[in-house]
T-cell receptor
Framework: DVKVTQSSRYLVKRTGEKVFLECVQD?????MFWYRQDPGLGLRLIYF???????EKGDIPEGYSVSREKKERFSLILESASTNQTSMYLC?????????????????FGSGTQLSVL | RKEVEQDPGPFNVPEGATVAFNCTYS??????FFWYRQDCRKEPKLLMS?????NEDGRFTAQLNRASQYISLLIRDSKLSDSATYLC????????????WGLGTSLAVNP
């Protein structure tokens, strides 16, 4: 079964710190995604990537950047953490590929990182 | 109007009950539809993809109504372990492959 691993389950940082959230998947998936989930707002897409060294902005990219130097690893970076970035961060991957099919689109999520910025 | 809308609930039902959730979507050109399940403080997991002809997996049945732009999830013979939030997900039209997530419907199955 696909495993998506996020480096930390809980993280506490101070305002202004640079924060790295790491995500690794072990099934050679093409697509990787970073979401944040907040009560009442649901899942919101921050950034996604369809290939190594490729990235695209999601719906709320402001204050974030990403890096995908290797296919299996997708990192989310908060350049200068702020209190409004306190949230649950979820990484996901999917098989992807040129053909769009239900199977290719199935998302596998990591267990999430609860980030608190004080 | 939100692109994907769900009744947040909570739906409180006794064990053994049949319960149904609907999810409406605004873009008539949407192409793929899914139900994910999310347990409290856990990550979402795919429950079912929703096919045009409808599909069934054990106690779960998913239907798509393109004319009225909604998908439904029916759970028969509810179990305590079905208690969770059910998230409706729609892939937007076009080639951007982005998924649009509903806010979820909360289900509590009571003994």
């Amino acid at each position: 079964d696909v495993k998506v691993t996020q480096s930390s389950r809980y993280l506490v940082k101070r305002t202004g710190e640079k924060v790295f959230l790491e995500c690794v998947q072990d099934m050679d998936h093409e697509n990787m995604f970073w979401y944040r989930q907040d009560p009442g707002l649901g899942l919101r897409l921050i950034y996604f990537s369809y290939d190594v060294k490729m990235k695209e902005k999601g719906d709320i990219p402001e204050g974030y950047s990403v890096s995908r130097e290797k296919k299996e690893r997708f990192s989310l970076i908060l350049e200068s953490a702020s209190t409004n970035q306190t949230s649950m961060y979820l990484c996901a991957s999917s098989l992807g590929g040129v053909a769009i099919s239900m199977a290719n689109e199935k998302l596998f999520f990591g267990s999430g990182t609860q980030l608190s910025v004080l | 109007r939100k692109e994907v809308e769900q009744d947040p609930g909570p739906f409180n039902v006794p064990e053994g009950a049949t319960v149904a959730f609907n999810c409406t979507y605004s873009n008539s050109a949407s192409q793929s539809f899914f139900w994910y399940r999310q347990d409290c403080r856990k990550e979402p997991k795919l429950l079912m993809s929703v096919y045009s002809s409808g599909n069934e997996d054990g106690r779960f049945t998913a239907q798509l109504n393109r004319a009225s732009q909604y998908i439904s999830l029916l759970i028969r013979d509810s179990k305590l372990s079905d208690s969770a939030t059910y998230l409706c997900v729609v892939r937007s039209a076009g080639n951007n492959r982005k998924l649009i997530w509903g806010l979820g419907t909360s289900l509590a199955v009571n003994p």
